[in-house]
């Protein structure tokens, strides 16, 4: 039997011949400069392979001449203009390649990543391959890392390409193709028209990117309009002689702060007039740390931005190259649950011959140090969280950063939670009631190996209940309340994960889409990057704010439904074309009314260009103040 393998990138398809040949095979060059055949027999099951790939996604889609030009028809007409489909100029080599190799195929084994986007990859090989045989049976190989024995299950176990992932990426790219083109030129060819001399590029539209640019408007709005608020609060701490030097323990005042200048006064001067302070209760108990989840692609994007201080896109273009390298798993999860089967003593044995953790790591598998990771509450029943799959000992720069805290964490997760003595005091002065809490870390456990967390002992006196003592500060201080900062690229993907914007693959990209646009600007302060959305970014969305939609196109809720209603075309309980029609008579509704109105979208970004705007300089500035 001859069977024609067909990867997604060509690291993927030499990687497999690799392991499935045992470095035994044969190459041929193709019409392509990047693409290689890889022929060899696979005795396991009595066939001869040739493995080859694509670079991407074959197909390209585009309106019909008729509308493909911006100036041949009303925006409007791009909802129901006939779309194209055909192979991109670009991928002519690699169509060529796939029809001569299936010509003499038996089985048309397709190796795409396992996700949404791979199963429509896939199912585009299935249609050039087709043209050249039409009965090819047709397979799919599934695998979340490129290790051994995993490509070997893959190629001896084949299932069936889901289709119906397939076809609600086909949906997805036909719905943003027609929304994207009608608000683009619709908005494009009004703002250019008055501002000539501001607007010379175009002003894209996309149903992702546009509710991602407005979670960074609204946080800036809400910086703008703050205004600080003073508050007051009684500060007490008593000062402990120790071997060393003096260490003052703070308590802090149950009802926080209040903002009545008048009230606190009164209360403070009434504290006052007691000399001394009773303890009405002390806790000790044991406490934990826990250590943390299993690593999903969001918690990778989240972490590599406020850790790593990488941007999204950079982290997960790491993770890809890592995992087409072998040494990790899959990168694109939505699940933070292993599996209970799951072999995790051979991949750390694979850890212990670090410099850094290799110890860690022979503790967790030789010293009774391992106990299974926590669950999460995601499984996409597709991969498995995110885990090394072999040592990488000779990584530079941010590949080697990556990888570590990948690696770090998943030996975090298989560690103890880190174990401590908490002791609370609870103090009663002149009818106030305040507390001190100190900890006593007594196993740091996962901490040894996860120096991303931080969890420190604060030891406190040895108060007794009922115990009296004279407050060795006693103040009466004030403090500002503290402005929101800008977003952060971290909090931007925990935005719109939780809004359904994007998936945990195509949230980086979103971001750095609206950066590339130049709505959004990123700007530095210390190590920290904040989001500034640009004068017209502010213009575009509050202008759309103003037309007053029920769900505005700066909002998550009609991405969300778009999201929810690809996920049931997924499960087969509603057809791609089903979810095409309901989505583009929303949509419809929406561009007739932001047409309408856009006078209001003008109005904004006219104040924000020609008024030079007030986009923010400066993404945060302390506005707290004690004295």
């Not at 067909?6 to 190459?27: C, N, Y």
């Not at 049976?137 to 069936?160: D, E, G, L």
């Not at 609204?218 to 007051?232: D, K």
């Not at 201080?309 to 087409?324: F, M, N, S, T």
């Amino acid at each position: 039997m001859k069977v024609l393998c067909v990867a997604e990138k060509p690291s993927i398809s030499k990687s497999i011949s690799q392991i499935l040949s045992g470095g035994r095979f044969a190459t041929r060059a193709t019409g392509s400069n990047f693409v290689k055949n890889y022929d060899f027999d696979y005795p396991q099951t009595n066939a001869h392979f040739t493995v080859t790939c694509v670079a991407g996604h074959l197909l390209e889609h585009d309106f019909a001449e008729t509308h493909r030009k911006w100036q041949t028809c009303d925006p409007f007409a791009l909802f129901e203009a006939p779309i194209v489909t055909s192979v991109a100029k670009d991928k002519k080599a690699i169509e060529a390649n796939l029809r001569a190799e299936a010509r003499n195929a038996d089985q048309l084994m397709i190796w795409t990543d396992c996700d949404r986007e791979g199963e429509n990859i896939g199912a585009e090989i299935v249609s050039v391959c087709r043209q050249s045989k039409r009965n090819i049976v047709v397979k799919r190989a599934r695998f979340s890392a490129i290790i051994a024995q995993q490509i070997h299950n893959a190629a001896q176990h084949p299932i069936n390409l889901d289709m119906a992932q397939a076809a609600a990426v086909d949906a997805r790219i036909f719905l943003d193709l027609r929304i994207g083109a009608a608000f683009t030129r619709m908005q494009t060819m009004s703002l250019q028209d008055i501002f000539k001399q501001h607007i010379t590029s175009v002003v894209s539209y996309g149903p992702c990117q546009f509710p991602t640019l407005g979670f960074v408007v609204s946080r800036y709005n809400q910086v703008q309009a703050f205004q600080p608020e003073q508050f007051w609060y009684i500060y007490l701490a008593l000062t402990s002689n120790t071997s060393q030097e003096q260490e003052e323990t703070p308590f802090n005042w149950r009802r926080g702060h209040l903002f009545e200048f008048d009230v606190a006064l009164a209360i403070y001067e009434d504290v006052l007039r007691h000399p001394r302070a009773r303890v009405i209760k002390v806790t000790k108990k044991e406490t934990k740390k826990w250590k943390p989840y299993p690593l999903t692609t969001v918690e990778l994007q989240k972490a590599g931005s406020r850790l790593l201080k990488l941007a999204p896109k950079k982290v997960l273009d790491i993770a890809e190259k890592l995992y087409q390298g072998g040494f990790l798993s899959y990168p694109r999860t939505e699940t933070d649950q292993f599996d209970p089967q799951f072999d995790f003593m051979t991949l750390i044995a694979k850890q212990t011959v670090d410099p850094a953790w290799g110890a860690f790591a022979t503790g967790l598998r030789d010293n009774n140090g391992f106990t299974t990771p926590r669950k999460g509450k995601n499984n996409d029943q597709a991969h498995p969280p995110i885990h090394p799959t072999a040592h990488a000992g000779n990584l530079t720069g941010d590949d080697k950063r990556v990888y570590e805290f990948i690696t770090r964490r998943f030996l975090a997760c298989c560690s103890k939670d880190a174990l401590g003595f908490q002791t609370t005091v609870d103090v009663e002065y002149g009818g106030e009631e305040f507390s001190a809490t100190g900890l006593i870390v007594l196993e740091r456990n996962y901490l040894e190996v996860y120096p991303y967390d931080k969890w420190s002992s604060k030891e406190l006196p040895d108060f007794q209940e009922g115990e009296e003592f004279v407050p060795s500060i006693c103040e009466l201080r004030d403090g500002w309340t503290t402005k929101p900062t800008l977003l952060t690229e971290a909090d931007l993907v925990t935005l719109m994960d939780k809004n359904g914007i994007g998936t945990d693959a195509t949230i980086a990209q979103h971001i750095e889409t609206i950066i590339d646009r130049g709505y959004v600007l990123a700007r530095m302060e210390g190590a920290t990057k904040y989001l500034v959305p640009s004068t017209l970014g502010i213009g575009l969305i509050d202008g759309y704010n103003e037309i007053g939609f029920d769900r505005s196109l700066s909002k998550p809720q009609l991405r969300r439904q778009t999201e929810r209603s690809m996920v049931e075309v997924c499960q087969g309980t509603k057809t791609k074309n089903d979810m095409l029609a309901e989505s583009i008579d929303q949509y419809k509704e929406m561009f007739i009314k932001a047409r309408r109105e856009f006078q209001k979208v003008i109005t904004n970004v006219r104040t924000r260009l020609e008024g030079g705007g007030n986009a923010c300089c400066c993404p945060r500035t302390p506005s707290r103040r004690i004295r």
